[in-house]
T-cell receptor
């Protein structure tokens, strides 16, 4: 597709439950990024992929967070045993591999509310 | 370490007035700077990038390496420019973008 598609739009989980978010990057884009935005503040980088390989995971919390980008499937971000502080909007973005500074194309985000 | 600072969280101007959204960065390599905009209820989208040296919707931004700044400017603001603006710093293809905290611009009639 021509836009990054994120599902679901909204997700509500009780504390301790699992949350799984999905992202379909733009066709032909090699890189996928996940960002977390808490309370409309800055975007916190979580992880990026180059195709199905983890490219940069330095932003991922060591525990509870995992992500995958498998061939022919949407990418996913999973949070095991959610906590209240995980409440945020999670944005996915993709970019081409065309040299130095491919701009990121963002999805609409998934709003996760942990109660 | 990469860092982007947008000192103004809120900026309010009247229609037709000039507007400048400030952005300063910290980066040891050769920076790639971007401005992203998020209009109400829309996704974050690229406004412009310094390497293109183009003007989008009347906005321009010049990279000043001496002052480590990439301020966004428009000579005559319009009401439809009201949005959240994020300055972002990147590196090589595939590398993460580091975002500033954003500036909410409101253009009053």
């Amino acid at each position: 597709g021509e836009e990054v598609a994120q599902t679901p739009k909204h997700l509500v989980r009780g504390e301790g439950q699992k949350a799984k978010l999905y992202c379909a990057p733009i066709k032909g884009h090699s890189y996928v990024f996940w960002y977390q935005q808490v309370l409309k503040n800055e975007f916190k980088f979580l992880i990026s992929f180059q195709n199905e390989n983890v490219f940069d995971e330095t932003g991922m919390p060591k525990e509870r967070f995992s992500a995958k980008c498998l061939p022919n499937s949407p990418c996913s971000l999973e949070i095991q045993a959610t906590k209240l502080e995980d409440s945020a909007v999670y944005f996915c973005a993709s970019s081409r591999r065309d040299g130095y500074n491919s701009p990121l194309h963002f999805g609409n985000g998934t709003r996760l509310t942990v109660t | 370490a990469q860092r982007v600072t947008q000192p103004e969280k809120l900026l309010s101007v009247f229609k037709g007035a000039p507007v400048e959204l400030k952005c300063n960065y910290s980066y040891s390599g050769s920076p790639e700077l971007f401005w992203y905009v998020q209009y109400s209820r829309q996704r974050l989208q690229l406004l412009l990038r310094h390497i293109s040296r183009e003007s989008i919707k009347g906005f321009t931004a010049d990279l000043n390496k001496g002052e480590t700044s990439f301020h966004l400017k428009k000579p005559f603001a319009q009401e439809e420019d009201s949005a959240m603006y994020y300055c972002a710093l990147g590196g090589t293809s595939g590398s993460r973008l580091t975002f500033g905290e954003g500036t909410q611009l409101t253009v009053n009639p």
